[in-house]
């Protein structure tokens, strides 16, 4: 009885957590109206940035660290036609049509996953606290327009310009009002081309961050232990809320629950990321519950 008890407790629990992923967000929009500019065209953008900041709010969970006021605008100006691609569903909960603009409420669903590879392909997971020196080259006749939003792709990722540093991104013109670009590392270098300019310089960034021993190096498997619950209720409890800590952790999986006579434990795999900012949540919710916990990586088995 004790066993069947066990599994179905996690069953339960799967559910509740797959549950938890599925819960939107809602979001208050108002675009203004601008000359020339049709009711479709006011709504299509009202949804575009209600998908932004939508994004944008799930980006700052799951980021392991603060983006400033400047890098924050940056990136949400980035995701305006972008945020698309990472919205799961979403509905419109309130719409009021005003000659000034309109106003929308909207539901969103954010895929996080495809959301938090989002980021570590862009860097943020790498370069977010710690600057990245980067040699810059490009070409003498660029617009001020254009210059601008290079500069401003620098300040979004962290980028440093310095001389003679590891890294070495190349922009030069190609054919067909294309952008050029070359990323140079250590031990590799990619080309791209492309007619956007973010578009280019992410592409190029991927290849890099996106490389294993670059993931790697930035997460630590490893195993939480934890006892002395009184109820399965209390591990449901702590499943969703260690769900929530995305800035310290990655790829919560529950993997078994002990119900003993001397109390009720269970155990998880993760992944972490800010391993400072995991015992401190860890201390500030687990003993004072009287819980007990014990974290092994796998790198020390």
């Not at 499943?239 to 919560?252: P, Y």
């Amino acid at each position: 009885m004790m066993r069947m008890l066990k599994h179905v407790s996690i069953a339960v629990m799967a559910v509740l957590v797959f549950a938890g992923t599925v819960l939107a967000a809602e979001v208050r929009v108002f675009k203004p109206m601008e000359e020339g500019m049709s009711q479709m065209q006011l709504r299509r953008q009202a949804l575009d940035e209600g998908f932004a900041q939508a994004v944008l709010d799930e980006a700052v969970k799951i980021l392991p660290g603060e983006l400033d006021e400047t890098r924050r605008e940056l990136f949400r100006q980035y995701l305006l036609p972008r945020a698309g691609a990472y919205v799961r569903e979403y509905k419109v909960i309130y719409s009021q049509a005003l000659e000034a603009g309109v106003i929308l409420r909207l539901n969103v669903r954010v895929n996080q996953s495809v959301l938090r590879d989002g980021l570590v392909r862009m860097g943020f997971m790498e370069t977010l606290a710690v600057p990245l020196p980067v040699t810059v080259e490009r070409p003498e006749d660029l617009s001020e327009e254009e210059a601008l939003a290079l500069d401003n792709l620098l300040v979004l990722t962290n980028a440093i310009p310095q001389e003679n540093a590891g890294f070495r991104f190349i922009l030069s013109r190609g054919a067909e009002n294309l952008y050029r670009g070359q990323l140079m590392t250590p031990d590799r270098e990619w080309t791209a081309l492309d007619k956007d300019m973010a578009n280019l310089w992410f592409t190029l960034w991927a290849h890099h961050f996106n490389r294993a021993e670059v993931r790697s190096a930035s997460s630590d498997r490893a195993t939480l232990a934890v006892s002395g619950w009184f109820s399965p209720d209390g591990v449901l409890e702590f499943q969703r809320v260690v769900g929530g800590w995305d800035s310290v952790v990655r790829d919560v999986n529950l993997l078994d629950m002990d119900m003993e006579s001397s109390g009720v434990g269970a155990s998880w795999s993760f992944r972490i990321m800010d391993a400072e900012g995991l015992k401190r949540r860890l201390d500030a919710y687990l003993p004072e519950r009287g819980l007990r916990y014990q974290i092994v990586r796998e790198a020390d088995k």
